[in-house]
């Protein structure tokens, strides 16, 4: 069965301190890893789709990496304005292609 | 429309009563899901519409959840004699097909309170 596990679960960070969320994944077969970001009452964000080990994605402060077995989520420099929930998914290559979610990690970045 | 579209975004009701939630997906999308949020939970796939296809229901959690997609457009999933444990975020969303990259765009939720 597809797994996500994202870690840490929750995370709070000064403004201007960088730092990493991961997502471990075990899919037979990915056809892709997406990142969300969701803020409190509202539906998910996409940000990012990746597709294969060694891929990179940025946007503004946000950068998501890919291997194998895991994704990252690097923040680099945050503002206030970044904290949310932060969440992953994976979709397989074969059979039906849902997303299967980890339970995602909230970010809190302080002033 | 601009984005997945759903109604209504706030909704109480008493256990036993049957509930009724709306998605209005992206114009042009043919893939159509529906997902749940309880809290502090991940997202729990329910049911997927592809086209014409029979719909993919492997996520509904029991009988008292059912859903149809009119006309390939507009979405309704019914939830019959509504439980306590039924209270959660439903979330709506579409993409242009399944598989491939294509993204899936959420819409801001139908909530549910059971009481």
């Known amino acids: 069965e597809d797994q996500v596990t994202q870690s840490p679960e929750a995370l709070r960070l000064q403004e201007g301190e960088s730092s990493s969320l991961n997502c471990s994944y075990t899919?037979?077969?990915?056809?892709?890893l997406f990142w969300y970001r969701q803020d409190p009452g509202k539906g998910p964000e996409f940000l990012f789709t990746?597709?294969?080990a060694g891929e990179e994605k940025e946007k503004e402060r946000l950068k998501a990496t890919l291997t194998k077995k895991e994704s990252f989520l690097h923040i680099t420099a945050p503002k206030p304005e970044d904290s949310a929930t932060y969440l992953c998914a994976v979709r397989r290559n074969t059979g039906f292609q849902k997303l299967v979610f980890g339970t995602g990690t909230r970010l809190l970045v302080s002033p | 429309g601009a984005g997945v579209s759903q109604s209504p975004s706030n909704k109480v009701t008493e256990k036993g009563k049957d509930v009724e939630l709306r998605c209005d997906p992206i114009?042009?999308?043919?893939?159509l899901y529906w997902y749940r949020q309880s809290l502090g939970q991940g997202l729990e796939f329910l049911i997927y519409?592809?086209?014409?296809?029979?719909?993919?229901k492997s996520g509904l959690p029991s009988d008292r959840f059912s859903a149809e997609r009119t006309g390939g457009s507009v979405s309704t999933l019914t939830i019959q004699r509504t439980q306590q444990e039924d209270s959660a975020v439903y979330l709506c969303?579409?993409?242009?097909?399944?598989?491939?990259?294509?993204?899936?765009?959420f819409g801001e939720g139908s909530w549910l309170t059971v009481v």
């Open positions: 990746l597709y294969s």
């Open positions: 519409f592809q086209g014409n296809s029979a719909p993919d």
């Open positions: 969303a579409s993409s242009l097909a399944q598989g491939g990259g294509n993204t899936i765009y």
């Open positions: 899919v037979s077969g990915l056809r892709g």
């Open positions: 114009s042009g999308h043919t893939a």
